[in-house]
């Protein structure tokens, strides 16, 4: 049972385009959201994250959208840049446990 | 060093036999994890300590696995009669404090192929 779903295996993106990567969840329960963006043979890091008590939080180019009633959340990158380009994870996690769940991964690819 | 560190970065082992994959967490991080990641998976939770509780052990696929935590730091994660299905990056994490409030920091994986 896959709670945390990532539906879009890769994007292709425009360098200076906006780059916008969906994420579904299914556990009504999550109250916590975050995205990490990995590298090839690097460990993943840490990103963004949003609480459920906000349906949006940016920082920098980096901006993530939450709706609740869709159980729905997006991230969206303005501009893209070539560095950009990774596996992006998103995952979450329910007050009541420790454990992240993560999605199966966006595979981003910026070109110029 | 500053970050996660985890030995060995690559493992070649037979089907059958035992391995072992480290995990040096940050200093002061009291959470540590294990995750792994099959090919064309996403990150697959296995086991979480958090400081002298009891560790949650939910997601380990069956009881050829096994984890401990040493003295609240370093972790070893334990593969026994390995089988092809192990083959995967096995990640670890460390946090200052329940992930909800920060971040894991992650290490760079150890990769195990299982021939």
């Known amino acids: 049972d896959q709670q945390v779903k990532q539906n879009s295996p890769s994007l292709s993106v425009q360098e200076g385009r906006i780059s916008i990567l969906n994420c579904d969840y299914t556990n009504s329960m999550f109250d916590y959201f975050l995205w990490y963006k990995k590298y090839p043979a690097e460990g993943p890091t840490f990103l963004i994250s949003i609480s459920s008590i906000k349906d949006k939080n940016e920082d920098g180019r980096f901006t993530v959208f939450l709706n609740k009633s869709a159980k729905h959340l997006s991230l969206h990158i303005v501009p893209s840049q070539p560095g950009d380009s990774a596996v992006y994870f998103c995952a979450a996690s329910a007050a009541d446990t420790d454990k992240l769940i993560f999605g199966t991964g966006t595979r981003l690819q910026v070109f110029p | 060093g500053a970050g996660v560190s985890q030995s060995p970065s690559n493992k070649v082992t037979e089907k059958g036999k035992d391995v072992e994959l480290r995990c040096d967490p940050i200093s002061g991080h009291t959470a540590l994890y294990w995750y792994r990641q099959s090919l064309g998976q996403g990150l697959e939770f296995l086991i979480y300590f958090q400081g002298n509780s009891a560790p949650d052990k939910s997601g380990l696929p069956s009881d050829r696995f096994s984890a401990e935590r040493t003295g609240g730091s370093v972790s070893t994660l334990t593969i026994q009669r390995t089988q092809q299905e192990d083959s995967a990056v096995y990640l670890c994490?460390?946090?200052?404090?329940?992930?909800?409030?920060?971040?894991?920091?992650f290490g760079e994986g150890s990769r195990l192929t299982v021939l």
């Open positions: 994490a460390s946090s200052l404090v329940r992930h909800s409030t920060g971040e894991l920091f």
